[in-house]
């Protein structure tokens, strides 16, 4: 077996790497692209530090996941190239009937030798730019919380006959105190005031985000610039992408982020299908609700606006979901032009050059 600590001159070792919460499955392929080595490391920083610091710079293929980051960020600094796989293009290890960590890191490291492109690598974004997004996935997940508690309230009040009053989520605590029937107190009291603290801290994560983008991420403004774009989704895009430059056309992102419809055509067949759902969930979910916003009764006037409400008026199965999906596709496109260019917005631009300048539907 060859020393795989030193390596050979002109030699070029290529790594997988299937890594899990306590271990990570090595697979080392020499030159020629047979294994020299499988081996089996902790997944901690100082292990990893301790076992491929002392390689020669090799390709290092691992797949994107939860350790993925700190991973690929320590190896890269040691001076290995790596490569960040998506998960999306590794159906057949997961499809696999023989699946096991050792064929999985050997099956890294083989396509990652043979053509790295066949793994639609991506590039995680920079630790800082990571801690900041932290805080808006933090604010997110409290918000779901809220969500679920008050519907869960509402449901359960329902049976027995009342129903609470509609009223913005951030008051849903105080109004809906007094209208629990007082049967239900004894169960319910805790969880409003549980909805209550969320409220809390929620408003005081506003308070932070608005902080880092003012101070950190002033480009923000740009994007705030459109009507249904908030300080927490023009931060989210900014944290997201990163590096505006990253995609020389702008209509690109919409793929990124995984609001393009999937292509499953044959022939003269091109059925309607499902958008891929790739790249980052929450962004994609934030660049819904603008579109919903946008397209609901208090949306303020736009060419997207506009262009929006035609594709419902087209009528037909799932019109008004089909154009909030369109809307946040053609959104996400909006807003890395403002990013790109420094512009400022104006919403009615297109009917003004029309002569549209108009009422628009509703």
Excluded at 267 to 292: F, H, N, S, Y
Aim: net charge positive; hydrophobic share 40%; proline share 5%.
């Amino acid at each position: 077996m060859r020393n795989t600590t030193t390596g050979e001159a002109g030699d070029r070792l290529t790594i997988g790497l299937d890594m899990g919460d306590t271990y990570t499955q090595a697979c080392v392929l020499d030159e020629d692209g047979e294994v020299i080595e499988e081996s089996r490391v902790s997944t901690t920083p100082k292990a990893f530090r301790r076992r491929f610091a002392s390689l020669p710079p090799a390709r290092i293929i691992l797949e994107a996941g939860g350790h993925s980051h700190w991973a690929s960020r320590l190896l890269g600094e040691l001076g290995h190239e790596v490569i960040v796989a998506n998960p999306r293009m590794l159906r057949f290890i997961y499809g696999s009937d023989s699946k096991n960590d050792k064929a999985d890191a050997a099956y890294l490291a083989r396509v990652g030798k043979l053509d790295p492109a066949l793994l639609h690598p991506i590039v995680h974004r920079s630790e800082q730019s990571q801690a900041d997004l932290t805080l808006i996935r933090s604010r997110d997940a409290l918000v779901r919380v809220r969500a679920a508690l008050v519907t869960h309230v509402r449901g359960l009040v329902k049976v027995f006959g009342t129903k609470l009053p509609s009223c913005a989520t951030e008051a849903f605590a105080i109004k809906a105190e007094s209208q629990v029937p007082e049967l239900l107190r004894p169960a319910l009291e805790p969880v409003l005031a549980i909805i209550a603290s969320l409220t809390t801290q929620i408003r005081e994560f506003d308070r932070k985000i608005r902080a880092l983008a003012k101070e950190s991420y002033p480009d923000t403004s740009l994007l705030s610039q459109v009507g249904s774009v908030g300080r927490v989704t023009s931060l989210a895009y900014v944290l997201t992408l990163e590096d505006p430059s990253r995609f020389p056309r702008a209509r690109a992102v919409g793929s990124y982020l995984g609001l393009r419809p999937r292509q499953a055509d044959s022939g003269d067949l091109k059925p309607r299908l499902r958008i891929t759902k790739a790249g980052d969930e929450m962004l994609r979910r934030l660049l819904v609700e603008c579109a919903q916003y946008l397209l609901g009764p208090f949306g303020r006037d736009s060419d997207l606006r506009r262009w929006g409400l035609k594709l419902v008026e087209r009528g037909g199965k799932s019109a008004k979901k089909r154009a909030v999906v369109a809307v946040a596709r053609k959104l996400s496109v909006l807003l890395l032009r403002l990013w790109q260019t420094g512009e400022v917005y104006e919403p009615l631009r297109n009917a003004r050059l029309r002569g549209e300048l108009t009422p628009s539907p509703s």
